[in-house]
């Protein structure tokens, strides 16, 4: 009895040490959710570092967001440092920008004038678009940190105005302002909706990075490239398949998609904030991160591609690259077709985007080319097709990109930088120097991944801590306080008093063109002040932001990849699990959509005062 009981002893342990070497050996297995840039960069350094990877990708096609131009222009290893180490370990070809598209230029009352123009030729605008982007370089300047862009008072202050007061102080001659505000909501969002210290922190980060930087290359193919090159690399990845509900526990992670279920040891949720509002947690979020997802703006932005026989402008090399128009037809950015002819990408951004949502696609096209037309006659008789993005309105972004509002770098700030006991987050939005950019979107997906790697070594991240409200109101305070010239130096002005920041965000506009007052179109377009096709009343703003208009899916090429086994098809609580089946091939990667227009400025750029004012 007794040699029997010390049998089974030795066997149990021999049990247990075999298992403990096991699990010390056993492969690391990681499922990220999301097909953008983030995922795939994460799923492939994780891959990297041995690990077994699952990516689950909603939709048909790889890769995410990405602009209708596809042939994007990139920024150098100065500007984009993680884009430009991908490109070179994919081998992507790119070629070298042309000297016109490197710096913007603008269409004034639709006459084109480049930076140097604008200095002869209308001297009283470029003094003022000077005057701002001093002041706004004394203020990026204040920030000693970006990556702890609110650690005075008086900095964290700035993040209860908005751009838009700031802008007031300065008390800029119409046409500088139409300029300016074009050129802040198409590069994050409409001025009223920005947090001032948001501004101020992102040209921190961009200062003494030029426009020349941003725009140093073109990448034929754009995006869409640079990820099918991550996605050759990855072993595992599922198409159409939206995950629905993760659970997490003390072994692991359960992830639902439909009936399916996965599982794995850690999680890289690596899609936008309103999609991840739609997945249900288990244990769920706290307030703190629900409040952000709900809360956190998103830019509008979205892009018409209207194409021509023959360009309906000037000559084509002084309408090319990035041009501001003050004339509410928002950037655009206009260049010769493949195919001969032309194509003008135009970026509807901001509130001009939220108010067209009213319109339908073509509604919204006969709008732009009746203003177009008012410039250059020959618009409409050389006009051949179009093409429509609408970003703002997919109920898996609800906006274009990250950009914070008033008060929402106090609340939020590096908030999905933090792990949540085994998941780690991805995404533009989670990265703090580059967000709503691609640089943004890889850098997060190298931090989410080695995060991954540190969990799995048993290190422990701080919990999320809130600001407390009091801090907020402390800061504020302080500002309003604040002596010696602070805010005159902020706002470049004589007064040293912080403006009162709305609460909201301005709805002006909004509530102008429901009352269709005289103004809104013309400034919205430059032409008459009604639309000639009559739009459907128009929402409130706030109504708009949860997208409900259905729209097309993002034109990715489909390239669904379904390679090999690798997580584990797991029993869900919830629902009845059908075992996943074994990973076959269903679909070949397709190749990327070819470029038809072919153009992307690089969306990001510093306010170079240079650039702009020489
Ligand atoms: C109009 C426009 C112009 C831009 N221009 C530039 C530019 O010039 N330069 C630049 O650097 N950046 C630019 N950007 C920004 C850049 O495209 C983005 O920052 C980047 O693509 C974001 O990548 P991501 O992986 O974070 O998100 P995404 O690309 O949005 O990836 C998220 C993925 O998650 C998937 N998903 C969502 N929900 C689920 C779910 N429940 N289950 C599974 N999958 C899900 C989505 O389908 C998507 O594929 C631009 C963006 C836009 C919209």
Redesign the pocket.
């Given at each position: 009895m007794a040699a029997a009981w010390v049998r089974l002893c030795a066997l149990v342990l021999i049990g247990v040490s075999s298992g403990a070497a096991l699990a010390k050996d056993k492969t690391p297995t990681a499922i990220v959710?999301?097909?953008?840039?983030?995922?795939l960069t994460a799923a492939y350094e994780l891959q990297n570092k041995g690990w077994q990877v699952t990516l689950?990708?909603?939709?048909a096609g790889m890769g995410?967001?990405?602009?209708l131009a596809t042939s994007?222009w990139i920024g150098n290893a100065k500007a984009q440092p993680v884009l430009n180490q991908y490109i070179d370990r994919f081998k992507l070809e790119t070629l070298p920008a042309p000297e016109f598209v490197r710096t913007p230029g603008y269409l004034i009352d639709g006459e084109y004038f480049s930076a140097t123009d604008l200095a002869t030729k209308q001297p009283a605008t470029a003094e003022a678009l000077k005057r701002y982007e001093k002041t706004l370089d004394n203020l990026a300047r204040s920030i000693d940190d970006p990556m702890n862009p609110q650690a005075t008072s008086t900095l964290f202050a700035l993040d209860q105005i908005n751009v838009s007061s700031w802008l007031d102080k300065l008390q800029l001659p119409a046409t500088a302002r139409q300029l300016v505000n074009q050129q802040i909501r198409t590069r994050y969002d409409e001025p009223s909706r920005l947090s001032l210290l948001y501004f101020a922190q992102q040209n921190r980060v961009y200062r003494g990075v030029s426009d020349r930087d941003l725009r140093a290359a073109r990448l034929p193919g754009g995006?869409p490239v640079l990820a099918q090159a991550f996605v050759k690399q990855l072993k595992t990845i599922k198409t159409s398949?939206?995950?629905t509900a993760i659970v997490q526990d003390k072994d692991g992670v359960t992830v639902k998609v439909g009936s399916v279920g996965y599982q794995a040891d850690y999680l890289v949720l690596?899609?936008?904030l309103r999609?991840l509002a739609?997945?249900q947690m288990t244990p769920g979020l706290d307030g703190q991160h629900v409040a952000a997802l709900k809360g956190t703006n998103y830019g509008w932005?979205d892009?018409l591609m209207l194409k021509f026989k023959t360009p309906v402008w000037e000559s084509r090399a002084r309408m090319s690259g990035e041009i501001f128009s003050n004339a509410g037809l928002g950037m655009l950015w206009i260049e010769p077709a493949l195919k001969g002819g032309a194509n003008v990408v135009i970026n509807l951004s901001g509130d001009n985007a939220r108010l067209l949502q009213a319109f339908g696609d073509k509604q919204m096209v006969d709008q732009v080319l009746i203003r177009l037309h008012a410039f250059y006659p020959q618009a409409r008789g050389a006009f051949t097709g179009y093409e429509v993005k609408r970003?703002s309105v997919d109920a898996?972004?609800g906006g274009?990109?990250l950009a914070y509002g008033p008060g929402q770098i106090s609340k939020y700030w590096r908030l999905w930088e933090r792990p949540v006991q085994r998941i780690t987050f991805a995404?533009?939005h989670t990265d703090a120097l580059y967000p709503?950019?691609?640089?943004?979107?890889l850098r997060s997906g190298q931090r989410a991944a080695s995060q991954a790697q540190d969990l799995l070594a048993g290190k422990s991240f701080d919990p999320a801590k809130a600001v407390p409200v009091a801090a907020a109101a402390a800061g504020a305070a302080a500002a309003k306080d604040s002596k010696g010239g602070f805010f005159s130096n902020m706002f470049g002005g004589s007064s040293d008093k912080a403006d009162k920041a709305p609460a909201k965000p301005e709805l002006k506009q909004v509530d102008e063109a429901k009352q269709d007052k005289p103004g809104f179109f013309k400034r919205l377009f430059g032409g008459d002040d009604k639309p000639e096709v009559k739009a459907e009343p128009i929402a409130k703003a706030e109504e708009v932001v949860p997208a409900v208009a259905p729209v097309p899916a993002p034109q990715v090429a489909p390239s669904a990849v379904v390679k090999e086994a690798s997580a584990k098809p797991a029993a869900i609580k919830a629902a009845p699990v059908k075992h996943a089946p074994a990973h076959k091939p269903a679909h070949k990667p397709a190749e990327p959509k070819k470029a038809t227009a072919k153009s992307?400025?690089?969306?990001k750029a510093v306010v170079n005062s240079q650039a702009k004012a020489s």
């Open positions: 959710v999301g097909g953008g840039l983030a995922g689950l990708e909603a939709k995410g967001r990405s602009g994007e995006s398949s939206p995950v690596a899609v936008p999609a739609k997945i932005r892009q970003y898996g972004t274009a990109y995404g533009e709503g950019t691609l640089e943004g979107a992307e400025p690089a969306k």
